[in-house]
């Protein structure tokens, strides 16, 4: 059965520190990686996707993958209060199916 | 703005009485999806559709079922919800497979069975 695992956290930063969430998937033949943001009791929304090894920066954002490793990461740089979330890796593995992660909790201390 | 709708936001229901959740979208995609997610786990996918071509996932009880009459409107139908069905209904479009391209996520609706 293919597989998305996260660690569920909490994660816990400080103001202005770098959070790492990681996140790993059992399908190799995986193409396409997302990033979501869920705010409690919200719906997901993409923060970023990556298709390519290596590594992809969007403002204080940067997805980190490598499909030799079967390993996704999102480091998120000066954290801010607001980023506190729950933060969902989803894998795209072919066809209509995504298959989501149970996400990591964020908290970002003020 | 386009977006994508779902109503109600809230509904209880009790256990066994039918219950109909919608799903609209001004984007003009081609695939709806309608995920379940349980508190503090992943959303499921339940099915989705490409135009007018439905598909459900293997696990999905045959207790849900969905509509979907036009290009902008999608239903999830609940037949005899259980406690067991207690959860955030997401529905989400891309305009195509969603391996290239982005889901826009609904706000959910927020299904409590008594």
């Known amino acids: 059965q293919k597989e998305v695992e996260q660690n569920s956290g909490p994660l816990s930063v400080p103001e202005g520190a770098i959070a790492s969430l990681n996140c790993t998937y059992s399908d190799r033949g995986s193409q396409s990686f997302f990033w979501y943001r869920q705010y409690s009791g919200k719906s997901p929304e993409l923060i970023m996707f990556i298709y390519s090894n290596g590594d992809k920066e969007d403002g204080r954002f940067t997805a980190q993958l490598n499909k030799a490793s079967q390993y996704v990461s999102l480091l998120i740089r000066d954290s801010q209060p607001s980023d506190s979330a729950t933060y969902l890796c989803?894998?795209?593995?072919?066809?209509?199916?995504?298959?989501f992660g149970a996400g990591t909790r964020l908290f970002v201390k003020a | 703005d386009a977006m994508v709708i779902q109503n109600p936001r809230y509904q209880v229901t009790q256990f066994g009485k039918p219950v109909t959740l919608s799903c609209s979208q001004t984007l003009n995609h081609n695939v709806m999806y309608w995920y379940q997610q349980k508190s503090s786990q992943a959303p499921k996918l339940l099915f989705h559709?490409?135009?007018?071509?439905?598909?459900n996932e293997a696990d999905t009880p045959d207790n849900f079922q969905s509509r979907r009459p036009n290009t902008s409107f999608c239903f999830l139908d609940i037949r005899s919800p259980g406690l067991g069905d207690t959860a955030m209904y997401l529905c989400a479009t891309s305009p195509d497979t969603g391996g290239l391209d982005e889901q826009y996520f609904g706000p959910g609706t927020r299904l409590t069975v008594t």
């Open positions: 559709y490409y135009d007018k071509d439905f598909n």
């Open positions: 989803a894998v795209w593995t072919g066809g209509f199916k995504t298959i």
